[in-house]
């Protein structure tokens, strides 16, 4: 796809409109409007401009990367958070793409890190508000498991599906002693996150691409986000991501010696 005479990856557009999707849904079922996500993409995206622009010396470039993070930001944090904490978080994300990097390639998920920083200045917790479920008609849905065809697009179904597949069966193993049914196995499926699972944990730059790395990979932040929740850490799902990046950055690093 072409944009301004330029080349885009399907995967940015795609990225984009599924993400401003759910958002501007999720915000009108809550009757609030997003205006601390609004400031994450722009904040995000005039920094990656400017950094691109001025440290990098290269041509004026739409920035979709940019975009994408302040989304996820905007998206994970309150939906009415300080304009504040959006500006640390973005600012921390978008120069840690350029500045924190292994072989020209990120270390961390820059939304992931930005917001374990800014979150925890302001005393506020990770709310992921557009990953929530609707009632319609008295069931209750979820609309991000739509986001799959991201993690397909991005190549890192594997680590998507051994994440989802590791949570549900730790899930149903923490509930070993009480009844289980259909119902109880629906909840758990409604319970995962699909937005972390399916958008940051597919992070091409920053995951996997060989389907068996990928399945541990997903696999082992779940356990690390299991493990952290069961002992009420804050932050778990970032937490785990983060650590799940120092492992893959360990394993590019050392693999081929």
């Known amino acids: 796809m072409k944009i301004l005479s330029r ?3 399907n995967m940015y557009i795609l990225s ?10 999720s915000s009108y079922t809550l009757h609030v409007f997003p205006l601390s996500l609004i400031c994450a993409v722009a904040i995000a995206g005039i920094l990656e401009i400017l950094i691109r622009k001025f440290y990098l010396k290269h041509a004026f470039k739409m920035p979709y990367s940019g975009l994408i993070t302040g989304l ?11 304009l504040l904490l959006v500006l640390i978080a973005s600012t921390i994300a978008v120069v840690s793409k350029f500045f924190i990097q292994y072989k020209s390639s990120n270390i961390f998920n820059p939304a992931a890190l930005g ?8 005393g506020l917790g990770d709310e992921w508000w557009i990953a929530s479920n609707y009632n319609i008609y008295g069931i209750a849905i979820t ?3 739509i986001l799959i ?5 991005a190549r890192r179904l ?3 599906a051994a994440f989802v597949l590791a949570s549900l069966a730790l899930a149903l193993l923490m509930e070993m002693g009480s009844k289980l049914s259909i119902t109880a196995i629906v909840t758990l499926l409604f319970g995962i996150n699909y937005l972390f699972a399916f958008v940051m944990l597919v992070e091409p730059k920053t995951s996997p691409h060989k389907n068996y790395s990928q399945v541990v990979y997903g696999a082992l932040l779940a356990i690390l986000y299991m493990a952290f929740a069961s002992f009420r850490i804050p932050y778990s799902l970032l937490a785990a991501l983060l650590i799940g990046n120092v492992f893959y950055l360990l394993y590019r690093k050392y693999s081929r010696r």
Do not use: D
């Open 158 to 160: 594997a680590a998507a």
């Open 143 to 145: 609309l991000t498991p």
């Open 115 to 122: 917001l374990i920083i800014a979150l925890p200045i302001f």
């Open 16 to 25: 984009i409109a599924l993400l401003s999707t759910l958002a501007a849904i």
């Open 149 to 153: 065809i991201l993690a397909y697009k």
């Open 72 to 82: 996820i930001i905007g998206s994970v944090a309150p939906i009415n958070v300080s």
């Open 7 to 9: 080349p885009v990856s």
